[in-house]
């Protein structure tokens, strides 16, 4: 769902046949320019100086600067009671609890575990959520709940589904629509 595939080309290969995935739609939302270009995501909805990796001994303070990158926003600030979540990598998640379990203090106390949740303690409404639909990215996104969505068609061209016989062989021809996809742009934050 995170990478999917790029939809550039038509044909066999190509076109309505790919599917593209949130890193796509979340570079083109946050790109001002260049091929495929949104531009719906503003640019200081993402850290700045984020560090060139993230490991055990930076995750709590990578994290701090998402938190103060959405307190300190003015269209932000607005959503902090609301239900939200950070989209983690499970590495990232796995750094996070070792680094909260070696800690002898929690002294900055930018998360804290609630229940089986995770939390900011500044936004207490956002769960920490790992994903393995992330393995592999070196980026997090935090949004409200309700603004990333899965849809799939609902009544205009119901997807169908046709068996062929083709001498010893049986091919399946399965046709339907699907998206991944935010509804608003301004309500994205990206580290990375």
């Known amino acids: 769902i995170y990478k999917g595939v790029e939809n550039a080309g038509t044909g066999a290969t190509g076109g309505l046949n790919l599917f593209d995935g949130l ?22 909805n993402k850290v700045t100086s984020p560090a060139a990796t993230v490991t055990q001994a930076n995750i709590l303070a990578e994290l701090q600067k998402i938190v103060s990158l959405i307190m300190e926003s003015e269209d932000l600030v607005e959503y902090r009671e609301d239900d939200a979540s950070l989209f983690i990598p499970p590495v990232y998640f796995q750094y996070m609890c070792n680094a909260l379990d070696a800690a002898l203090s929690n002294g900055s106390q930018i998360v804290s575990k609630v229940g089986a949740d995770y939390r900011f303690n ?10 393995s639909y992330m393995i592999g990215v070196d980026n997090m996104v935090w949004t409200p709940n309700g603004n990333l969505f899965y849809l799939h068609q609902d009544e205009d ?30 309500l994205i934050v990206l580290h990375k």
């Open 23 to 44: 890193g796509l739609k979340l570079t083109q939302g946050y790109a001002t320019s260049g091929t495929g270009w949104v531009g719906d995501i503003p640019a200081g």
């Open 122 to 131: 500044l936004l207490p409404n956002t769960i920490i959520k790992p994903r």
């Open 157 to 186: 061209d119901v997807p169908s589904i046709k068996f062929q016989e083709a001498d010893r062989d049986l091919k399946v021809l399965i046709d339907f629509k699907v998206s991944v996809d935010y509804a608003d742009g301004r």
